[in-house]
């Protein structure tokens, strides 16, 4: 990380930039959560590389947060793909999708194994929550 700049020169998920755009364009409101913060003395670098890189495949968001604890920024919904992730915040009861790789397989639950299916399961969510709040205020 610190002496070839990883943060800047890893290449996206396929499919990733393009349906978080998709996302944005929906009003769909991203917040990317990351724990990079743990080389000591080296946080500017690895905040600048960070920006840098989502710049440069321009990945669209709201927030970017660079913390351990993910659960504490209160999103409606999470995506991700570690275990110890994925697990906690379910524990706090926070609606999580599993985004596939190698060390998820024997998770359950919501999964998406490409971008255009998490893009899918967030619009079906989005749409829904949308629904739930017509009808709660057409019903006040």
């Avoid at 755009?21 to 000591?40: G, K, M, P």
């Avoid at 409606?76 to 190698?102: C, H, M, W």
């Amino acid at each position: 990380v610190t002496e070839r700049g990883l943060f800047r020169s890893l290449n996206p998920i396929p499919g990733a930039a393009a349906q978080l755009r998709r996302l944005s364009a929906e009003n769909v409101r991203i917040r990317i959560i990351t724990h990079r913060l743990f080389i000591n003395h080296f946080h500017k670098e690895a905040l600048s590389q960070t920006i840098e890189w989502l710049d440069y495949y321009g990945i669209p968001y709201r927030d970017l947060c660079f913390m351990e604890e993910k659960a504490a920024v209160g999103a409606d919904l999470y995506i991700e793909d570690a275990p110890k992730n994925i697990q906690k915040l379910r524990d706090e009861g926070n609606e999580t999708i599993v985004f596939t790789n190698s060390t998820n397989h024997d998770v359950s639950g919501s999964r998406a194994d490409k971008w255009t299916e998490v893009a899918t399961m967030v619009l079906n969510r989005q749409h829904d929550w949308l629904a739930g709040q017509q009808k709660s205020t057409t019903t006040a």
